[in-house]
């Protein structure tokens, strides 16, 4: 790497011929040699190249709904960028599909429905929610005040995510009425739990259309 003398004022930056031109961290004006680097594309590269694209495609649109549910954290983004990698893309070259339903959104302590479900009505475009009742709240240390949050995206093109705040552990229901231009088969939900105060928070839980879906507690 050379150093260019200042006092010549050069204000010369970027590729010049085979020399770049740029200025560091300290303010020196400095110069290397360009390098083209190695592309061989071979097809373990071309396979994880793809294999990245789609798994940042995917999670992108919910970066901001993961750092919510992680606590705030900037890091948890990355986590699951990671474990996404390993456990959500399904097929094989070229043809991987993203599993949403091994995306967990949300970590935390406060104890889910043991049941959930999830119908959608074409007829009205209404996506209709229940999950278990305040006596079964209660009875495993929840409560009838926790708030309920879905978690819906539209997996379009141009991906968009909404938060619904679909009531209370008590209410037992929610319907959500699909937007005009949403596709019903490219619309995936989640759903978890927040503490009235707000300071707890429990897993999410993804939702696939039946009448009741059992949810596995941890033992």
């Given at each position: 790497?050379?150093?260019?003398d200042?006092a010549k004022n050069d204000a010369?930056?970027?590729?010049?011929g085979?020399?770049?031109?740029?200025?560091n961290s300290k303010?020196?004006?400095?110069?290397?040699?360009?390098?083209?680097?190695?592309?061989?594309?071979?097809?373990?590269?071309?396979?994880?190249?793809?294999?990245?694209?789609?798994?940042s495609k995917?999670?992108?649109?919910?970066?901001?709904?993961?750092?919510q549910?992680?606590?705030?954290?900037?890091?948890?983004?990355?986590?699951?960028?990671?474990k996404?990698?390993?456990?959500?893309?399904?097929?094989?070259y070229?043809?991987?599909?993203?599993?949403?339903?091994?995306?967990?959104?949300?970590r935390?302590r406060?104890?889910?429905p043991?049941?959930?479900g999830?119908?959608?009505?074409?007829a009205?475009?209404?996506?209709?929610?229940?999950?278990?009742?305040?006596?079964?709240?209660l009875?495993?240390n929840?409560?009838?005040?926790?708030?309920?949050?879905?978690?819906?995206?539209?997996a379009?093109?141009y991906?968009?995510?909404?938060?619904?705040?679909a009531?209370?552990?008590?209410?037992?229901?929610?319907?959500y009425?699909?937007p005009?231009?949403?596709?019903a088969?490219?619309?995936?939900?989640?759903?978890y739990?927040?503490?009235?105060?707000?300071?707890?928070?429990?897993?999410?839980?993804y939702?696939?259309?039946?009448?009741?879906?059992p949810i596995?507690?941890?033992?």
């Amino acid at each position: 790497m050379g150093t260019i003398d200042p006092a010549k004022n050069d204000a010369t930056t970027g590729k010049v011929g085979q020399e770049v031109h740029y200025v560091n961290s300290k303010g020196t004006r400095c110069v290397r040699a360009h390098v083209v680097p190695s592309n061989p594309r071979t097809a373990k590269q071309t396979s994880n190249r793809s294999l990245f694209a789609l798994v940042s495609k995917s999670l992108a649109p919910l970066r901001k709904v993961i750092r919510q549910g992680y606590g705030g954290s900037d890091a948890a983004y990355h986590t699951l960028f990671g474990k996404a990698c390993r456990e959500a893309v399904e097929g094989e070259y070229p043809d991987y599909r993203f599993n949403y339903g091994k995306i967990q959104l949300s970590r935390g302590r406060l104890p889910l429905p043991l049941h959930a479900g999830l119908d959608y009505l074409p007829a009205t475009r209404e996506a209709r929610f229940s999950w278990e009742g305040e006596e079964e709240a209660l009875s495993r240390n929840g409560s009838a005040a926790d708030m309920v949050r879905i978690i819906a995206l539209h997996a379009d093109r141009y991906a968009e995510v909404r938060v619904l705040h679909a009531g209370t552990r008590g209410s037992g229901s929610f319907t959500y009425l699909l937007p005009g231009h949403w596709k019903a088969e490219q619309t995936h939900y989640w759903l978890y739990l927040l503490s009235h105060d707000m300071q707890e928070r429990s897993d999410s839980h993804y939702l696939v259309e039946s009448a009741d879906q059992p949810i596995e507690v941890p033992g």
